[in-house]
């Protein structure tokens, strides 16, 4: 049996030697399918590699605490409760909340940012100096605004990165003045750069302000409204307890009994990561179907080039039965030389796969890592499918008539 394997690999290597450009066109929809698995699964595994940094650089521990519309929650029409946070909500959960350290509440606006001759459209965020530690966001230039500042509403300002480089270019904007709207801003500072926010935008491209500035200048609201409370915990593993801790304290000061529909909802950092997990996985299963489908297509390919060559070749097939090859022995040549072309399109596209994904690594400036696993399933996969479409050809070839086939022109 182990020489009718060896046999049929020489026999195989010469068939595909005699016929190169036709076994080169067979291979491709192998090569295709394979190189398409090998790099989808790379690239799957580097966006949740890169959302999940994102994520954490959402800041530390962070839980999101956002009101819910009224019609949503039905809260209001049962309750009489508004819809909304309120400065004072952040302060109640900090003395309150033993697992929480800190909370800082957010306006968020967007608007057209003027400095001199230039001007740029970014988002405004109105918050405390708790935001700071909060977020995680540190100053690289400058230095952040002081309590005098936050408590007489002063009109000073910190830039995000994108804005401070659209705006002054390669000069330092501390000191500087910018304008929203009629109001002129005193840069004090520039964050450090965070680069895309998990869902989608640039952190980056942003002003930040004193919530009570925000207020009074830019976004009018009511006294002590607050658009969102990032809250931080204590630590990953208090997350889950600090949640509920935020819950119950929101409960009782909007007076809304346990099992109505809260008229807020509070998302943690570990959902944000397990929604992206189940989006980007099910993108991958997605597209390695579709690469599925060009395997298909590739073995459908084997199978018709193996049954014109069994066609082409069927005197040789006679004359090798008449010296007493056996019908075991015709079936492994032809079976083995579908599984060499599969086999050669299966490396072939683990070694393009390679390449694509050095390519796209340093284009969208991903760590995109090959998975050893997953180029070993897609090579296998590939053998297999030789396997699958390669036993009907091999199998008509062993059953042929050796009179018959002797008797072919």
Request: aromatic fraction near 4%; include cysteine.
């Amino acid at each position: 049996m182990l020489s009718s394997f060896f046999t049929g690999v020489r026999l195989a290597v010469t068939a595909i030697s005699r016929s190169t450009l036709r076994a080169s066109l067979t291979i491709l929809g192998i090569l295709i399918g394979v190189a398409a698995v090998v790099t989808v699964t790379a690239l799957g595994a580097g966006a949740r590699d890169q959302v999940s940094t994102q994520i954490q650089n959402m800041g530390s521990n962070v839980i999101l605490v956002a009101p819910q519309s009224a019609a949503a929650s039905g809260a209001k029409g049962a309750l009489g409760a508004g819809a909304r946070l309120t400065e004072d909500d952040g302060r109640a959960i900090v003395r309150e909340a033993v697992s929480v350290t800190a909370v800082a509440p957010a306006l968020r606006s967007r608007a057209q940012i003027v400095a001199g001759e230039k001007n740029w459209s970014a988002q405004v965020i109105g918050s405390t100096r708790s935001f700071f530690p909060v977020r995680n966001w540190h100053v690289v230039r400058g230095a952040e605004w002081d309590e005098h500042d936050e408590a007489t509403k002063a009109k000073v300002c910190i830039l995000g990165t994108t804005v401070a480089e659209r705006l002054f270019g390669s000069e330092d904007p501390v000191g500087r003045n910018i304008r929203i709207g009629r109001h002129a801003f005193r840069v004090v500072g520039v964050l450090e750069s965070k680069g895309e926010a998990p869902f989608g935008g640039d952190q980056d491209n942003m002003v930040l302000m004193p919530i009570g500035s925000m207020r009074g200048r830019v976004m009018r609201t009511a006294p002590g409204f607050a658009g969102v409370l990032l809250v931080s915990a204590s630590s990953a593993e208090t997350t889950q307890r600090a949640v509920a801790q935020v819950d119950s304290i929101l409960r009782q000061r909007h007076r809304i009994e346990e099992g109505r529909e809260p008229d807020f909802w509070i998302r943690t950092q570990q959902e944000f990561q397990e929604m992206q997990a189940a989006i980007y996985s099910l993108l991958t299963v997605l597209l390695v179907m579709i690469a599925g489908v060009s395997l298909v297509v590739g073995g459908i390919g084997v199978m018709n080039i193996m049954l014109v060559s069994v066609t082409e070749r069927t005197r040789e097939i006679g004359i090798r039965m008449a010296i007493g090859a056996r019908a075991a022995d015709i079936m492994t040549q032809f079976l083995v030389e579908a599984v060499v072309l599969a086999l050669i399109g299966g490396v072939s596209g683990a070694l393009a796969g390679v390449g694509i994904i050095r390519l796209l690594g340093e284009t969208l400036g991903w760590p995109m890592k090959l998975d050893p696993v997953a180029l070993t399933v897609a090579v296998m996969t590939s053998a297999l499918t030789g396997i699958a479409f390669g036993f009907l050809p091999a199998r008509r070839a062993a059953t042929l008539d050796p009179i018959v086939a002797l008797r072919h022109e």
